[in-house]
């Protein structure tokens, strides 16, 4: 089965805090997604990857960055955090080719005080 | 850019059959997901439509009419397990290749006795 794991399932960080969240899969998937979900607004885009190195910016950039050096690992990185970045963070994987979906991991519930 | 619409809440009655509709605008075009999430958990992958018509799995359907932009997933006999939100996602090619997906707010399906 595909696996995707993500490093830690609760954070409680500070405000101003530079925050990251790992995010490996065991598949040799291209493609690679940072989402955040908040209640009544679903799952958002933040930034995805299909290839090492290589980003893009999803629906809200603003206030992340990422970082792809190997093809299993998609950090998501919160330069300075704000309590408005607090939230579910789920990443995903899936390979180019095919139908496939996506895999999510489990989630990291992100807490900014 | 996507939209992508589908209803809020839902409620059903154990052993029912209930259908969840949705709605999308979108460019690229590259098929419809539907993913179930149970609270505090990682959405799973449920259904897969890139042409017209039905595809049944189970318990569970989906339709797809791309001219209409619409889908529906439909869940028979339900189960209290099935209670749970129910997310419709759009895949989107992106010009460096690979896709993406574009998630609905989810409908969240209330089964009851």
């Known amino acids: 089965d595909v696996k995707v794991t993500q490093s830690s399932r609760y954070l409680v960080k500070r405000t101003g805090e530079k925050v990251f969240l790992e995010c490996v899969q065991d598949?040799?998937?291209?493609?690679m997604f940072w989402y955040r979900q908040d209640p009544g607004l679903g799952l958002r885009l933040i930034y995805f990857?299909?290839?090492?190195?290589?980003?893009e910016k999803g629906d809200i950039p603003e206030g992340y960055s990422v970082s792809r050096e190997k093809k299993e690992r998609f950090s998501l990185i919160l330069e300075s955090a704000s309590t408005n970045q607090t939230s579910m963070y789920l990443c995903?994987?899936?390979?180019?080719?095919?139908?496939?979906?996506?895999?999510f991991g489990s989630g990291t519930r992100l807490t900014v005080v | 850019g996507q939209n992508i619409d589908q209803p809020t809440e839902m409620t059903a009655t154990e052993g029912a059959i209930v259908q969840i509709n949705c709605t999308y605008q979108?460019?690229?075009?590259?098929?419809l997901f539907w993913y179930q999430q149970h609270a505090g958990e990682a959405p799973t992958f449920l259904s897969y439509?890139?042409?017209?018509g039905l595809e049944e799995k189970g318990r569970f359907s989906s339709f797809l009419s791309r001219s209409k932009g619409y889908s529906y997933l439909l869940l028979k006999e339900l189960q209290m397990k099935d209670s749970a939100s129910y997310l419709c996602?759009?895949?989107?090619?992106?010009?460096?290749?690979?896709?993406?997906?574009?998630f609905g707010t989810g409908t969240q399906l209330k089964v009851e006795l």
């Open positions: 598949m040799d998937h291209e493609n």
């Open positions: 979108t460019s690229g075009f590259n098929g």
């Open positions: 990857s299909y290839d090492v190195k290589m980003k």
């Open positions: 995903a994987s899936n390979p180019t080719a095919g139908t496939d979906g996506y895999t």
């Open positions: 439509n890139v042409l017209d």
């Open positions: 996602a759009v895949r989107s090619l992106f010009t460096g290749g690979g896709n993406k997906l574009t």
